[in-house]
């Protein structure tokens, strides 16, 4: 602050507002907002418990429904919800979306996504083989490579219940040792498991490429360590492209998933963890195998269903229009 700034602010008065070891930022916004909020309910009781002495409230994110749709999705909502555009809300009458076109719209997205990929890696990707997707920052609390806890398992899944494939994306801050490891050792095991599963792993991850796999894919990983991740987006942006999310009980989440409706959760809500990540693990193989292959592969009318509630109850939900909303009756008035 000395060495940048200089003492713009009187060094102890700047001390009273920012902790007097160091400079703490938190507690520098802590003292001189007038409303604090979490960026989702889970993230507002976790910052709560870190600062007892500041009323903390919560507004949960949301992303710009029009900007993450797919342009067959866009098409889809232009015929059936025309308000959908600048009033987001309205997607809830997806409800009434005749399921054969929502899969249609899906199928566009995913063919996109699937030439795009087989055009920037040496496997060949197949359109009807059922499409993991995960793509974000690449860092260590994001555990990007969890699906792999037991990989003899999870090509013991895709051998014997329904082919699967998958396809990352995600870069680390340059500084970030871990986030660039996790990276090597991802491709590494799509070396290894290239017979059983076709993995990518996509280079020059940014918001284009991001638009395309949260819209091109039949499901959306999420697997956190819990209770880090504050909200989370992405699987917001698959869910208004209809693609359920697959997700530890952290950040939005907690407040996205009706377990079977909208997605599935991994592991105990936070804070009723007994047991470690391999006990999460599990479960993520238990879901993949029992209810969530099944029911693609076999029950195709009750997945398209999936995919109309997730667009119905979070793409209507969990966008910007509402959020700035509540930003304005909550926090700014
Ligand atoms: C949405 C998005 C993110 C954030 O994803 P999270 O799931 O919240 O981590 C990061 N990078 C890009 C390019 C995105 O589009």
Redesign the pocket.
């Known amino acids: 602050m000395a060495q940048v700034l200089g003492e713009i602010v009187p060094f102890d008065c700047l001390r009273m507002l920012a902790g007097d070891e160091q400079l703490n930022m938190t507690l520098l916004a802590l003292n001189l907002s007038g409303h604090v909020n979490g960026v989702a309910k889970k993230h507002g009781e976790v910052s709560q418990a870190m600062f007892p002495g500041y009323p903390i409230d919560s507004i949960t994110n949301g992303?710009h429904a029009f900007t993450w749709s797919s342009e067959s999705f866009r098409r889809l909502y232009d015929r059936y919800i025309p308000a959908w555009r600048n009033d987001p809300l309205s997607l809830r009458y997806a409800l009434s979306i005749p399921l054969d076109e929502i899969w249609e719209a899906h199928g566009s997205a995913k063919k996109e996504l699937i030439e795009y990929v087989n055009r920037h890696s040496p496997l060949v990707f197949d359109p009807d083989i059922f499409t993991i997707g995960f793509?974000?920052?690449a860092t260590a609390y994001?555990r990007p490579d969890f699906i792999f806890t037991d990989a003899a398992k999870l090509a013991h899944i895709a051998r014997t219940v329904g082919k699967i494939q998958l396809i990352f994306a995600?870069k680390a801050h340059p500084k970030d040792r871990p986030g660039k490891e996790l990276i090597r050792r991802i491709v590494d095991l799509g070396d290894q498991l290239s017979r059983e599963i076709h993995i990518a792993y996509l280079e020059n991850?940014?918001?284009n490429?991001?638009?395309l796999i949260?819209s091109g894919v039949d499901l959306w990983l999420?697997t956190p360590l819990a209770p880090n991740?504050a909200?989370?987006?992405?699987?917001m942006?698959a869910a208004v492209n209809g693609v359920p999310s697959l997700s530890v009980l952290d950040?939005w989440w907690i407040e996205g998933c009706i377990e079977g409706s909208t997605g599935w959760s991994i592991g105990p809500a936070t804070g009723y963890r007994r047991e470690g990540p391999t006990d999460e693990a599990q479960d993520l193989y238990n879901k993949l195998e029992y209810l969530i292959l099944p029911v693609f592969y076999k029950k195709r009318e009750e997945w398209i269903r999936i995919m109309q509630h997730c667009i119905a109850i979070n793409g209507s939900f969990f966008n910007t229009h509402r959020m700035v909303q509540q930003y304005v009756l909550n926090s700014y008035f």
């Open positions: 992303i793509a974000r920052r994001k995600g991850y940014d918001m490429l991001g638009g949260t999420n991740e909200s989370g987006t992405s699987g942006k950040g």
